[in-house]
């Protein structure tokens, strides 16, 4: 049910819902097509969704279960139903096959990894001039940025900007060959992505606060990202540049090509905790 709620947060901007504070009718339609196709993903599981903010199709009855989804604008209302008749006979007995089958393999991984921690004993230590390959680690829970190599100085950075940076590291992963220019618009991919990335950070506890607007202050954005990975990558400056959005050089058509995307960044370069 949780999973569920968390995946209604991240489509909430999508939903035409109603709002009496903006006098805003919403799209009963849209919510009712919206609950249908969620529920066809759910048909597998003893859950489904009844409504969202009392829209829905069903019939009215007396067993639902209400949870109260915090936004920074309002907090919605979510319905939902379990049935818990969902095991025979047949069931069980198959749950129970699992179960064993589970023990048996939880027991040959314990030895497997006993036999693998006897062997790591017996192994030289490595070199201590061994070299770690460099990688960014992003912090959601503190809200911080960190070397791997140097863990114990994380450098903190504002919901925006780590927000639009996290967004920025996945749509030039899927998208290498979409050229970013300062003079043209945010794709609406990577809008959509910051606020995937702000809406966790709510559910984090971090911020109550209005939804940013991530196509404002762009430069001003994008200055506090590289003057915090300035101070990450202190030490080894020759790796910034995978993780630095390009800067502007020159005025006129130099800066119109101008391309603040990650052209070299990978999914290996950077691990994101509490994503």
């Known amino acids: 049910m949780a999973n569920i709620e968390k ?51 069903f019939p009215a009855r007396a067993d639902l279960i209400e949870k109260q989804l915090q936004t920074p604008q309002k907090v919605f209302t979510i319905s939902f139903v379990i049935n818990n008749n969902i095991l025979n006979k047949n069931d069980i007995a198959v749950f129970i096959l699992v179960c064993l089958f589970s023990l048996a393999i939880s027991y040959l991984f314990f030895l497997s990894e006993r036999t693998k921690l006897q062997v790591a004993k017996q192994l030289p230590e490595p070199e201590p001039n061994s070299k770690t390959k460099p990688i960014l680690i992003v912090d959601l829970q503190n809200k911080t940025l960190a070397a791997n190599c140097s863990p114990d100085k ?59 607007n991530f196509t404002n202050s762009l430069e001003k954005t994008l200055s506090e990202i590289r003057a915090a990975l300035d101070d990450v990558w202190q030490d080894q400056p020759e790796v910034k540049d995978v993780y630095y959005p390009p800067k502007a050089h020159g005025e006129g058509s130099r800066s119109r090509l101008h391309h603040y995307g990650l052209k070299n960044i990978t999914l290996e370069n950077i691990e994101v905790i509490g994503k």
């Open 154 to 212: 994380p450098v903190a950075l504002a919901n925006k900007p780590l927000c639009f940076y996290l967004a920025l590291v996945e749509f030039c992963t899927e998208n290498p060959d979409v050229v970013l220019n300062q003079n043209k618009d945010v794709p609406e991919e990577l809008l959509t992505l910051a606020n995937k990335y702000f809406y966790r950070l709510v559910e984090l506890g971090h911020t109550v606060r209005k939804r940013p």
């Open 7 to 57: 995946r209604i947060a991240l489509d909430l901007t999508h939903l035409n819902l109603p709002d009496d504070f903006l006098k805003h009718s919403g799209s009963k339609e849209a919510v009712i097509d919206y609950l249908a196709k969620l529920n066809s993903q759910l048909k597998e599981t003893p859950i489904f969704v009844y409504s969202i903010e009392g829209i829905t199709e």
